[in-house]
Every structure is written in C-alpha cells, then in structure tokens.
Nanobody
Framework: VQLQASGGGFVQAGGSLRLSCAAS????????IGWYRQAPGKQRELVAV???????KYADSVKGRFTISRDNAKNTVYLQMNSLKVEDTAVYYC??????????????WGQGTQVTVSS
C-alpha cells in the first residue's frame, strides 16, 4: 500500500490550503488515518486524525481552523486548513493504520508535503 500526499505549498498568513492523501494498493482497508507535521528543530506532532467511523481528533493548536475528512470510495483523506498561521509552517505527513490481505494490520507513513506560511 502506498500513501501519496499532495496539496502543500506557499501561502500568506490567513490563507487556506487543502492537503490530500490517497492510498493505493491491492485488497486493503483503512482504519484510522491522519496528518502529522514536523517543523524544523521540532518533533513530529499529531495534527488531526479520523477513524473508520469518521470520529475526529485535532491538536488544540488547529481546532476551529483545520478540518479533516475522508472519502472511503477514493481511499483518500483531506485536511482543509484555514486561517493559516506562520507557526503552521512544517512538513505535513499522512499516516494510516491499514489492513491488507496477506499482511494483516500495519501502519504506514506517506511522503511529506511542505506547507509554508508567510507573515
């Protein structure tokens, strides 16, 4: 299973971006899937996660500004980021708990996508 993230970019403070992460592969299912981020010199941190039942959890720093959603038919998770702040600048990573025929349950990271917010 591969996770392909996209949608990062450069935006001014107060602007918006939408990240996407699409899973592909053979005979798999997605349990929880979410986004983490890592700023220079800092540890990777959870941004938002959505369960298979669409329950969501957000970091306090993004509550009310970011929205996570998933399209199960497309095996894709989205992160709508509004009212972006300079401190949101980071590399954003997709992460998923997966199940695959012949492999069972496992966790997978996607490649990062850079989000840069300027003042």
């Amino acid at each position: 299973v591969q996770l392909q993230a996209s949608g990062g970019g450069f935006v001014q403070a107060g602007g918006s971006l939408r990240l996407s992460c699409a899973a592909s592969g053979s005979t798999f299912s997605i349990n929880a899937i979410g986004w983490y981020r890592q700023a220079p010199g800092k540890q990777r941190e959870l941004v938002a996660v959505i369960s298979s039942g669409s329950r969501t959890k957000y970091a306090d720093s993004v509550k009310g500004r970011f929205t996570i959603s998933r399209d199960n038919a497309k095996n894709t998770v989205y992160l709508q980021m509004n009212s972006l702040k300079v401190e949101d600048t980071a590399v954003y990573y997709c992460n998923a708990d997966l199940w695959q025929v012949g492999r069972g349950q496992f966790n997978k990271w996607g490649q990062g996508t850079q989000v840069t917010v300027s003042s």
